[in-house]
T-cell receptor, first 115, second 115 residues
Framework: AQSVTQLGSHVSVSEGALVLLRCNYS??????LFWYVQYPNQGLQLLLK??????LVKGINGFEAEFKKSETSFHLTKPSAHMSDAAEYFC?????????????FGRGTSLIVHP | DTGVSQDPRHKITKRGQNVTFRCDPI?????LYWYRQTLGQGPEFLTY????????KSRLLSDRFSAERPKGSFSTLEIQRTEQGDSAMYLC?????????????FGNGTRLTVT
């Protein structure tokens, strides 16, 4: 079964600094990959997705992620953090080996932004 | 697109009682998912419907849990004889098939507290 691993349960950055949230997937076949954001007491909202084609994916709120098959990674970045980016971020995978329709989520990374 | 709505937002119940949650997906979406999320964790898959057919259930879904999606529209999730371990956020999501790469659209969840 496919899975994702998010390294670091918490990431702390200063406002204006680079944001890097890590996600690695396990699948022998390139899957579909997603990043979602969750604000307190809300559901998850899609930031960006990788299906096929261009490996650098741009999403909302200035976030982007790069699919690297050789590293089985899909790390999320943003050049300059804003206070409003403080939230929980989840990487998810579907498809890949087994071709499951059911997205599987990582444990999440809490982004803390200091003024 | 009015989004996915869930009702109620919060539910407090005593151990042993039955509870039922409702989810109204985005109207044109044929797929509906239920996930459970506990503090500090990512969403864990419970069950999945395509139209009115329940196609997959997680091993997490004990026989105290039942879900329906009559007529392929709204869905209900019932938990019988609740236990304290059932306390969690229950998230509903919908997506538009076919295909494996469709992103999920989440509701704001129902937070269940079992006392």
């Amino acid at each position: 079964a496919q899975s994702v691993t998010q390294l670091g349960s918490h990431v702390s950055v200063s406002e204006g600094a680079l944001v890097l949230l890590r996600c690695n997937y396990s699948s022998s076949v390139p899957p579909y990959l997603f990043w979602y954001v969750q604000y307190p007491n809300q559901g998850l909202q899609l930031l960006l997705k990788y299906t096929t084609g261009a490996t650098l994916v741009k999403g909302i709120n200035g976030f982007e992620a790069e699919f690297k098959k050789s590293e089985t990674s899909f790390h999320l970045t943003k050049p300059s953090a804003h206070m409003s980016d403080a939230a929980e971020y989840f990487c998810a995978v579907s498809g890949g080996s087994g071709g499951s329709y059911i997205p599987t989520f990582g444990r999440g990374t809490s982004l803390i932004v200091h003024p | 697109d009015t989004g996915v709505s869930q009702d109620p937002r919060h539910k407090i119940t005593k151990r042993g009682q039955n509870v039922t949650f409702r989810c109204d997906p985005i109207s044109e979406h044929n797929r509906l998912y239920w996930y459970r999320q506990t503090l500090g964790q990512g969403p864990e898959f419970l069950t999945y419907f395509q139209n009115e057919a329940q196609l997959e259930k997680s091993r997490l879904l004990s026989d105290r849990f039942s879900a329906e999606r009559p007529k392929g529209s709204f869905s209900t999730l019932e938990i019988q004889r609740t236990e304290q371990g059932d306390s969690a956020m229950y998230l509903c999501a919908s997506s538009l098939g076919p295909g494996v790469g469709s992103p999920l659209h989440f509701g704001n969840g129902t937070r269940l507290t079992v006392t």
